[in-house]
């Protein structure tokens, strides 16, 4: 899959692919005493952002039903489509037996406990904390409170450059390519988090 050069005109999500799994109640669930994969992008621009990415990633392993596998490098970006300081922004795959949506309810419960603050859209934050994936890459999911794969992740450079790392067949550097005027870049080696 090879997106268009000008940013512009990029896709808000993935097309269908063949074998994609549509889920009929919108949410999505691992079968009982399972775990699926999921990726989460994690982003900070206010504070002490690399501790309040760290704590997140620690709470999020330490929760039930939910693992940590893997942790992308930090990166330093430019707010995009926002304000405010730059951004610290890393993505982590996860192992979890929650379903799609009460995985976004404990993202969502990690930004409150940090102080995130949503008085408007795109505002800085002190933890940002989105499902990017859940399954695989052709899971699709709509929900009026969650969509899988994330709308704006193929738009956002500070997404793809860590999910590459991690998933380096998912994005190519062509993908990647037309969205690093968006000033991404890698600050610290994966192991940050530890």
């Known amino acids: 899959m090879s997106l268009p050069p000008a ?9 269908l692919a063949v074998g994609a799994q549509r889920w009929p109640s919108g949410d999505a669930a691992p079968p009982a005493g399972q775990a699926l994969p999921a ?17 997140a990633l620690q709470q999020l392993h330490a929760s039930a039903g939910v693992a940590v596998q893997t942790v992308s490098s930090l990166y330093a970006s430019r707010p995009v489509d926002s304000s405010g300081p730059d951004y610290l922004n890393a993505v982590a795959e996860l192992r979890t037996s929650l ?35 859940y399954a695989d890459m ?37 993908q990647l390519q037309p969205l690093l005027a968006q000033g991404v870049q890698r600050s610290q080696g994966p192991d940050w988090w530890r």
């Open 138 to 174: 052709d899971t699709l999911i709509a929900m009026p409170d969650l969509q899988v794969p994330h709308p704006r992740m193929w738009q956002r450079a500070f997404v793809l450059a860590p999910l590459q790392e991690l998933q380096p067949a998912w994005v190519s550097d062509a």
């Open 99 to 133: 379903s799609a949506q009460q995985l976004l309810h404990l993202l969502q419960q990690l930004e409150l406990a940090a102080g995130r603050e949503r008085p408007y859209r795109n505002a800085p934050r002190t933890l940002d904390l989105d499902v990017l994936l």
């Open 39 to 55: 990726w989460i992008g994690l982003g900070a621009n206010l504070g002490d952002r690399g501790e309040a990415l760290r704590q």
């Open 7 to 15: 940013a512009a005109s990029l896709p808000l999500a993935l097309p």
